[in-house]
């Protein structure tokens, strides 16, 4: 077998600069402050940063809004601050992967500016469409009757200097970069080489499953025809962002393979790892297969997306275990024998485990359910990601007010579904938003329990540009760092695992005990070394399932149990009792 790629047993760490650290007071982290914490990242040991977008942006969507490909937002630093951070970072034997976001620019790109007239060799650069002025295009009477952004309202907006809609999934001022164009896939190859050139590590690609759209043979998208409704009309479900969800278009793989080519060729040591909304397992399997040359990893949002209905991510439901373990099966399944999975349950756009599926109502529940999602993860075969404050136990920020949000996605959904259409109430908004909305992974990193929690000087004129978690005056890098019990010293043990374990890195999975309700259990097998994980993700006792008790016989001594989240003579004697305790799970060699 080919020799497993570098990335195969590395920790990719996810940083959100607007909320990492903050050097120069004005309540927004920059890439000065990430520089000042390669030595906690380096400590952490992880392999790869992720840092989400750092360009020239006006923020309408925290960055993911881009005006300008080939330069650093002033709110962030310069072009050599960024020369910096990656030469420190490479130092120190870390690689800094970017944030990717080609599915659409900022209305405010040059190219979007020149767009706007139909004379321009911009012209196409975009989706535009003619339709009467407050008719956008969309499909009277068919089910979506029209199409709606992923933020809400529709996902047509009329401009009216070219006197035409353009397409925007996201927000208005995201307008959808039209990729059936060659002149649109030149000038991004030419970007993204700019920046490999400059000696990046390689992408995270934002929403990149989106960038082939579903056409009919007159190259119109699904259902084109004037709409019945007029424009900023809402519909009967309450508002129209039946997202269009143009996910894994018919040209797809053939962009992905002309990337890596036009790219990639030639170049080694790099890393590429696509956004994937709307992608099954089975595609991520032909899509991360390397003899079809496309993408090395992809983010799926199967095993996310168990606590929300299909219809709204704001319908929220109860964590059930056992969806996660058949998900993130499923996900082990399809790359079995070919292909790769990325690991994952936190990013910037999902809430933190701990309080979305964990307990963190206090500090031993936090400790331990924090320390049971991270083993579940960490010991899956997969590439393993952090986002920035999981490694602590970092919370949700169990906002209150609705002022106290600053993401668009949750402000227009408060606007759409409680005061326009009026279909879900204020109290269950909120506590929607309480639960998964986005700021909740948001709130400043918290480095230590000084007023605004190390991230801005404590003295800044300025207030950080979000709130910081109250109880980052337990919860924090300070408190933490030289505590191998707590989550810090926990997680520092998963990614040691990863780069010391050939069997935690690329050993075969197989799934133990599929019918239990509370415990995921499965095992790793390289050769002849096979160890077993075992996690109880309840906050209740349960009983050993069967399978396990037959694999561990009479037991296990302490010397086999590689990792518990409690202790391993603990381990010892819920094994022997054949009864997990709340949130124990255990690693055990065979
Ligand atoms: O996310 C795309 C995406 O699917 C998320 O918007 C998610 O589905 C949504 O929040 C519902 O949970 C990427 C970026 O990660 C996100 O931050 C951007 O807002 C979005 O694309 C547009 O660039
Ligand atoms: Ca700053």
């Known amino acids: 077998a080919t020799p497993n790629p570098w990335w195969a047993n590395a920790v990719v760490y996810q940083i959100y600069p607007r909320s990492f650290q903050d050097t120069n007071g004005d309540g927004i982290g920059d890439l000065k402050g990430i520089t000042s914490r390669l030595d906690y990242l380096a400590d952490l040991g992880v392999d790869v940063l992720w840092l989400s977008p750092v360009y020239r942006s006006p923020q309408d969507d925290n960055g993911y809004d881009i005006s300008d490909y080939q330069d650093i937002d002033p709110l962030f630093g310069t072009l050599e601050d960024m020369d910096e951070l990656l030469a420190e970072a490479h130092r120190r034997g870390l690689k800094i992967v970017m944030d990717l976001v080609v599915n659409h620019t900022s209305d405010e790109h ?32 068919a089910e979506p009757n029209r199409w709606g952004s992923y933020f809400g309202g529709s996902a047509w907006q009329y401009d009216p ?9 996201f927000s208005r001022k995201q307008p959808d970069l039209n990729w059936e164009n060659p002149e649109v896939r030149k000038a991004v190859y030419r970007m993204m080489n700019w920046w490999m050139d400059r000696g990046i590590d390689g992408f995270r690609m934002d929403v990149i499953t989106l960038i082939s759209k579903h056409l009919d043979s007159h190259g119109r998208l699904p259902g084109e025809v004037d709409s019945e409704l007029s424009e900023g009309e809402i519909g009967e479900e309450g508002y129209t962002n039946a997202s269009p969800f143009c996910s894994d278009g018919p040209r797809l793989d053939e962009f992905l393979a002309e990337m890596r080519r036009e790219v990639f060729e030639g170049r080694e040591g790099y890393m590429n790892v696509g956004e994937a909304p709307g992608i099954t397992p089975e595609r ?7 003899a079809h040359k496309e993408l090395d990893m992809l983010f799926l949002f199967d095993h996310v997306s168990i606590d929300q209905s299909p219809e709204s991510k704001w319908d929220t439901h109860a964590f059930v275990p056992k969806k996660l373990q058949d998900r993130m099966s499923r996900q082990q399944e399809a790359v079995r024998n070919a292909g790769w999975a990325s690991l994952f349950f936190c990013n910037h756009d999902q809430p933190r485990v701990v309080s979305r599926w964990g307990n963190d ?18 010991m899956h075969r997969g590439t393993p990601y952090i986002y ?6 970092m919370t949700n920020a169990h906002f209150t007010e609705l002022g106290q949000y600053r993401d668009l996605e949750a402000i227009n959904a408060y606007r759409q579904r409680v005061e326009e259409a009026r279909c879900q109430s204020p109290e269950s908004m909120m506590a929607a938003l309480a639960l998964i909305g986005r700021d909740n992974s948001r709130t400043p990193m918290q480095w230590d329990a000084s007023r605004y929690a190390g991230f801005t000087p404590a003295d800044a004129a300025t207030e950080p540009w979000i ?29 040691a695992m990863r780069h010391d374990n050939a069997t935690v ?9 599929a019918d239990s309700e509370q415990v995921y259990a499965f095992t790793r097998t390289s050769g002849d070394d096979t160890i077993l994980v075992v996690v109880n993700l309840t906050d209740r006792s349960a009983g050993l399932p069967g399978e396990v008790a037959e694999l561990l016989g009479d037991g296990v001594a302490e010397s086999q149990i590689l990792l518990s989240t409690y202790d391993v003579a603990h381990g010892v004697k819920s094994i022997a009792r054949g009864e997990l305790a709340r949130w124990e799970g255990v690693v055990i060699q065979l």
Do not use: C
């Open 505 to 513: 890195a690329t050993g075969e999975w197989n799934l133990v005990a």
């Open 361 to 378: 109502s206090d500090r031993e529940s936090r400790e331990l359910s924090a320390k049971a999602f991270g083993m579940l993860l960490h």
């Open 161 to 169: 200097k070219r006197g035409e809609y353009y397409l925007h999934q």
């Open 284 to 290: 991520n399997e032909f899509i991360t297969n390397p």
């Open 388 to 393: 920035e404050g999981e490694e602590l136990g």
């Open 110 to 141: 040059a190219w979007f500016q020149a767009s706007r007239d139909r004379d321009d060799p911009h012209a196409d650069w975009y989706w535009w469409r003619p339709a009467r002025p407050g008719h956008e295009p969309g499909t009277p009477g």
């Open 467 to 495: 709130g910081v978690n109250p109880n980052h005056v337990e919860i924090n890098a300070a408190e933490e760092f030289d505590d191998p019990d707590s989550v810090y010293g926990f997680y520092k043990k998963l990614i």
